[in-house]
Every structure is written in structure tokens, then in C-alpha cells.
């Protein structure tokens, strides 16, 4: 059972440009975490938001959590190449620690 | 601080032949600790998990098993690899913040090519 959904799956834009990604649950969840994973690497947390329509900002990253706690979102402002990468939100429901199938960020020069 | 080691990083095996995968904690004591495969560009998938030593819990049933002999060491098995079995395999240790907050710290992870 995929108890996280995240999209787009793929994503491809322009540096410069603006982009949203959305991780969304028919579960609700304590907590939610943003990662971001290199290629052969392990992922790495980047957030972790708590309280339902909590909003925060890591540099030009912006990321909320929905009023409900089912859903959340990851916006990027004015996009760089060194953004490129795999985003992944996960939920950790009692003693586990799921993933969102993941959106592939590619951003071009 | 802790870390998490994981190895060998990249490992080619022919079908039909025993898989161990090994990871280990350090800086921490009696942690959650999973193992995860991940195709190519996706999500990760759960495989196990562990609240602590002796104790497995199985997500989806496979090719493959896990054990844990002691309390930082996390070993992911397999008696007869598929070439299903591929993929990117990671390991990771359930952190919780002094607010509660839940996050994971992962391995390098290991590339298992089956031939």
C-alpha cells in the first residue's frame, strides 16, 4: 500500500523559473519530511514540518503542511541547477518510516 | 553524532547465489532501523524494519530476509538472489528530534547488480 503521492513524477525547467511539487496522503500523519537525494546516495532531510498549515522557508525552498496533516508541498523559487535532484517526502506512521514516490527534479542551465 | 555505515557500496552477483548486506549504527543506542530498496530515479520501497534486536518485521514479502544480532547491526539476506532482487539498497536509522519530530539518517546505500 503507497500511503504517500507525490507529484509530478518528472520535472523539467528552466533555471530561473518557479516550481511547485505536491505530496498528498489519505492518511494523516504526526509529521511530514522533505528529502533530497544525489544519485547514488542516501537521501538527506532537508525539513520537517509539524503543526497542520505550518509554512517553512529554507532559503528559496518553501515548504507547508495542508490544514489536515494529509498533504504537503514544496515550492522552489527561481530554480537552479544545483536544485536538480530527487525529492521525496516521507511520513512516519507509528513505527515506520515511509517514502513518496518521488519527483525527479532536473533543472537546466 | 551519530553515523550509519553501510556496505560494500556496489556489489555484482550471479543468480542463485546468497546476498548479506550489512549495516551499523554508531553514536546511538537501541534505534529503529530499516532497509529500503529504491529502482532507478524512484521512491524508496520498505522492506523491513526493526525496533530492536531479534525483532524483524516484514513489509513486503520477497526474495529476501533480514536480521538483526545486535543492537546497532542491521543485515539484510538472501539465500537465492533473482535478478529482481536489483536495485539500490539502503539503510537507515530513525532519528527522533528533542520535539518529537521523526526523521531518518540514511547509509550510502549499495548498488546490487544480479547477472
Known amino acids: 500500500t503507497q500511503l504517500l503521492e507525490q507529484s509530478p513524477q518528472f520535472l523539467s525547467i528552466q533555471e530561473g523559473e518557479n516550481l511547485t511539487v505536491y505530496c498528498n496522503s489519505s492518511?494523516?500523519?504526526?509529521?511530514l519530511q522533505w528529502y533530497r537525494q544525489e544519485p547514488g546516495e542516501g537521501p538527506v532531510l532537508l525539513v520537517t514540518v509539524v503543526t497542520g498549515g505550518e509554512v517553512k522557508k529554507l532559503k528559496r525552498l518553501t515548504f507547508q503542511f495542508g490544514d489536515a496533516r494529509k498533504d504537503s508541498s514544496l515550492h522552489i523559487t527561481a530554480a537552479q541547477p544545483g536544485d536538480t535532484g530527487l525529492y521525496l517526502c516521507?511520513?512516519?506512521?507509528?513505527?515506520?518510516?515511509?517514502f513518496g514516490t518521488g519527483t525527479r527534479l532536473t533543472v537546466i542551465p | 553524532s551519530q553515523t550509519i555505515h553501510q556496505w560494500p557500496a556496489t556489489l555484482v552477483q550471479p543468480v542463485g547465489s546468497p546476498l548479506s548486506l550489512e549495516c551499523t549504527v554508531e553514536g546511538t543506542s537501541n534505534p529503529n532501523l530499516y532497509w529500503y530498496r529504491q529502482a532507478a530515479g524512484r521512491g524508496l520501497q520498505l522492506l523491513f524494519y526493526s525496533v530492536g534486536i531479534g525483532q524483524i518485521s516484514s513489509e513486503v514479502p520477497q526474495n529476501l530476509s533480514a536480521s538483526r544480532p545486535q543492537d546497532r547491526q542491521f543485515i539484510l539476506s538472501s539465500k537465492k538472489l533473482l535478478l529482481s532482487d536489483s536495485g539500490f539498497y539502503l539503510c537507515?536509522?530513525?532519528?527522533?528530534?528533542?520535539?518529537?519530530?521523526?526523521?531518518?539518517?540514511f547509509g550510502s546505500g549499495t548498488r546490487l547488480t544480479v547477472v
Open positions: 516521507a511520513g512516519a506512521p507509528y513505527n515506520n518510516l515511509f
Open positions: 537507515a536509522w530513525r532519528g527522533d528530534s528533542r520535539n518529537g519530530y521523526t526523521f531518518g539518517y
Open positions: 492518511s494523516v500523519f504526526s509529521s
